[in-house]
């Protein structure tokens, strides 16, 4: 009789041990702008630490997912929950005052303005981790400090992708939303990014990456999400991607 009743109560321990661990949880996520729905019954869970990267062809729903969780799309229906706490009702500025940066793929840094001015006008929207101060930021960044009195239009692509993260990093922001941060990069500073998510997963930074450079997300992911039509199509974990290999050319080849 006694296990009978004490199984449920395991079940729910487990269920909230589990739900303690995500930073992002998203259940049954339809969204969309307009007359246009876009994304359809969307399923993903990402746990504190992880770097998750989502896969799929141009169109397939990555970035308006991203869009999503900030509260930046027109309509949301379903539940997205941050550390937890429900927030697909919140308004985007409550949403990043709960630890979450998004570094869309047009990067936004303000062209008039110097790397430094850049990085200082940013406010901290999360105190509970502490955001990261200059000197980190510059010793995470060599070419930023190199080019810290330079305006936003002197930059180069690279430097405005890294200057576009630093920003983020400067909230406070433990959950970082990084949209296609490689694109059209030249390999050294494609490398340079690399390392930078190398060393923020290292110090607990949680991290959903939208990516086209498969070979780019491939060493630095522990899970991959496919999506195809907004819907999320496959996921595995990293030891698992050579035996995935053929069903990945399927979904991904153009």
Not at 12 to 38: K, M, Q
Not at 133 to 142: G, H, K, R, T, V
């Amino acid at each position: 009789m006694s296990s009978v009743q004490e199984r449920p109560v395991a079940a729910r321990i487990h269920e909230d041990v589990r739900a303690a661990d995500e930073a992002l949880s998203i259940t049954s996520l339809h969204a969309g702008h307009g007359e246009s729905h876009i994304l359809h019954d969307v399923n993903l869970t990402v746990k504190r630490g992880e770097v998750v990267t989502l896969l799929g062809r141009n169109g397939a729903g990555r970035t308006t997912t991203l869009r999503a969780i900030m509260g930046l799309v027109g309509t949301r229906r379903g539940s997205i929950r941050i550390d937890g706490e429900e927030t697909v009702s919140l308004p985007t500025y409550r949403i990043a005052r709960r630890g979450v940066g998004y570094c869309p793929e047009e990067r936004g840094i303000f062209s008039s303005l110097t790397t430094e001015e850049n990085l200082l006008l940013p406010p901290v929207v999360s105190t509970k981790h502490g955001s990261m101060s200059l000197d980190e930021i510059y010793a995470m960044f060599p070419n930023l400090a190199e080019r810290r009195h330079s305006q936003g239009t002197r930059l180069s692509g690279g430097e405005q992708q890294m200057l576009a993260v630093a920003r983020i990093l400067r909230t406070g922001a433990r959950l970082l939303l990084l949209d296609e941060i490689s694109e059209g990069l030249a390999p050294v500073i494609v490398q340079a990014l690399a390392r930078m998510i190398t060393v923020l997963k290292a110090r607990g930074y949680t991290i959903v990456m939208v990516e086209q450079n498969f070979r780019f997300a491939a060493p630095l992911a522990d899970r991959f999400y496919v999506m195809e039509h907004g819907q999320i199509v496959e996921s595995f974990a990293a030891a698992e991607l050579e035996s995935k290999a053929e069903t990945l050319n399927e979904l991904l080849s153009i």
